[in-house]
């Protein structure tokens, strides 16, 4: 009951809400940035908290299938603009370590080979390409039913993404771990042997 209202409230809310509310915490943390908001390194923290954003926007699309077939609740409307926003927001990080963290081309390749995390980000940022780029009306009729295949590759760009949280932590921490697990979760969950069994329960 409670469901079939909420999905109805949804199906009012236009998809272009997500490209308007979603970029306001990047905006307002660069803005920060700018005015010495962010302490006494930051470019440091604005990298991180982009990173963060990109981290928990690929957590919220890849949870939008599951918690359609587990609860009812029917979010498959913004899932597109939310994967738009985490590569909106992955470009940005990217942006930062590049213009404003290296701030020499030079460096690009040497940093990537040199540093495992970034290579490993790298890696993540640059799957997500080709699914931004087939993100729009167009790429989706003509692909097919290669589309879902092609992006499908979100779930390797998550785990490369959490991967990379974990390897540049210093000491343990568990909220990168936290990442991981729930990224391996969602891929779990769409397993059909897996699925079957959480239908039975
Ligand atoms: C799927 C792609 C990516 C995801 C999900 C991601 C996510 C993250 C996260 C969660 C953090 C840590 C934030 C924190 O400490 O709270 C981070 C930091 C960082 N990332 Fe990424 N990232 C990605 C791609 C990249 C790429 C492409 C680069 C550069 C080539 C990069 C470079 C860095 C750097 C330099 C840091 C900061 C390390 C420090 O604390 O000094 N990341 N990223």
């Given at each position: 009951?409670?469901?079939?209202?909420?999905?109805?409230?949804?199906?009012?809310?236009?998809?272009?809400?997500?490209?308007?509310?979603?970029?306001?915490?990047?905006?307002?943390?660069?803005?920060?940035?700018?005015?010495?908001?962010?302490?006494?390194?930051?470019i440091k923290a604005l990298e991180q908290a982009l990173g963060e954003f990109t981290l928990n926007l690929l957590v919220?699309?890849?949870?939008?299938?599951?918690?359609?077939?587990?609860?009812?609740?029917?979010?498959?409307?913004?899932?597109?603009?939310?994967?738009?926003?985490?590569?909106?927001?992955?470009?940005?990080?990217?942006?930062t370590w590049l213009i404003l963290d290296l701030q020499s081309a030079n460096q690009i390749f040497a940093d990537i080979?040199?540093?495992?995390?970034?290579?490993?980000?790298?890696?993540?940022?640059?799957?997500?390409?080709?699914?931004?780029?087939?993100?729009?009306?167009?790429?989706?009729?003509?692909?097919?039913?290669?589309?879902?295949?092609?992006?499908?590759?979100?779930?390797?760009?998550?785990?490369?993404?959490?991967?990379?949280?974990?390897?540049?932590?210093?000491?343990?921490?568990?909220?990168?771990?936290?990442?991981?697990?729930?990224?391996?979760?969602?891929?779990?969950?769409?397993?059909?042997?897996?699925?079957?069994?959480?239908?039975?329960?």
């Open positions: 009951m409670i469901v079939r209202a909420l999905n109805s409230g949804l199906r009012k809310v236009p998809v272009w809400v997500i490209y308007i509310f979603l970029p306001v915490p990047g905006v307002v943390t660069f803005y920060l940035g700018l005015t010495g908001g962010l302490g006494a390194e930051p919220l699309g890849l949870s939008i299938s599951p918690i359609l077939r587990f609860t009812g609740l029917n979010l498959l409307r913004f899932r597109r603009a939310v994967g738009v926003m985490a590569f909106t927001y992955v470009t940005a990080h990217f942006l080979k040199k540093r495992p995390y970034v290579t490993v980000g790298f890696l993540g940022f640059l799957l997500l390409v080709p699914l931004a780029v087939t993100s729009n009306n167009w790429a989706v009729r003509s692909l097919g039913r290669f589309w879902p295949k092609l992006h499908s590759l979100v779930y390797v760009a998550a785990i490369l993404g959490s991967l990379h949280y974990i390897m540049l932590t210093k000491g343990f921490q568990l909220e990168p771990l936290i990442y991981m697990a729930v990224i391996i979760a969602f891929i779990a969950a769409r397993m059909p042997k897996w699925r079957r069994s959480l239908a039975r329960k």
